[in-house]
């Protein structure tokens, strides 16, 4: 057998034992996956999840990886919603659905050193990023984009977790609207943006096309730039 089929066989048995341990992940929670009953479930040997995996808290984080990747796959395909604000608030949704379906890997995730670690997770913020960029470009954005991102996030990873402390027949599923509109209160404003807004306003939807502007040479825009942060670093006026 050739290195590269050793590698292709290798790869396979990942893909195997990862999918295994996220059936019993979804049906039974991170007790459920034990090294005996995914081996049974993958057609493996106990020491070959050891050695590709390390120990139970690899193959969860492979786990966790795994399906996350796959959700932040479906949304980087998403087509492109033709108002940004609208495109916002669905993924804000679609956040808090995949957390209360898999359960499991939002708990994971929600510990800052498996996020600090995970790609799919990085990838996920990047898309987020870029959904929060767009809202600025169109002069809806009443804060600083990194601002912004932190609070979605910070206000997304709560509503799961709160959500799922309690049981599902229990659950204030409210919750979820009504965070999202004090949330898009503090962080959105009405068109037209920029007279809307003021200053604060105008300052983020400049900056949110600064990197169009060919105009101005590279250390002008840095210097634009950093007046920029610091008028959008001001509480927007009400």
Do not use: C
């Not at 949304?75 to 379906?101: I, M, N």
């Not at 890997?105 to 929600?110: I, P």
């Not at 509109?181 to 962080?187: F, G, M, Y």
Request: glycine share 8%; proline share 5%.
């Amino acid at each position: 057998m050739t290195e590269v089929d050793e590698n292709v066989g290798r790869g396979r048995t990942q893909v195997a034992i990862v999918e295994a341990a996220a059936s019993l992940l979804r049906g039974g929670g991170p007790a459920a996956v034990t090294t005996r009953a995914v081996a049974v479930a993958a057609g493996v040997q106990p020491p070959t999840i050891y050695r590709l995996f390390g120990d139970k808290d690899g193959l969860l984080d492979a786990v966790a990886e795994h399906v996350l990747a796959t959700y932040v796959g479906t949304k980087v395909a998403g087509a492109h919603s033709e108002d940004p604000v609208d495109e916002l608030a669905a993924s804000w949704r679609t956040h808090v659905d995949f957390g209360l379906a898999n359960p499991a890997v939002a708990m994971l995730l929600a510990d800052p050193a498996r996020a600090a670690t995970s790609a799919a997770g990085e990838a996920g913020m990047r898309v987020l990023r870029e959904r929060v960029h767009r809202v600025a470009s169109v002069g809806r954005l009443a804060v600083a984009e990194g601002r912004a991102v932190a609070m979605i996030h910070a206000a997304g990873t709560g509503v799961v977790l709160t959500l799922l402390a309690s049981p599902p027949d229990e659950r204030d599923l409210d919750l979820v609207a009504s965070v999202y509109d004090a949330l898009a209160r503090t962080i959105l404003t009405d068109a037209p943006a920029v007279a809307a807004g003021g200053p604060s306003t105008a300052a983020v939807t400049l900056r949110a096309g600064l990197g169009e502007v060919a105009s101005l040479s590279p250390a002008e825009r840095a210097l634009l730039a950093d007046w920029l942060d610091r008028i959008t670093a001001d509480p927007p006026a009400r």
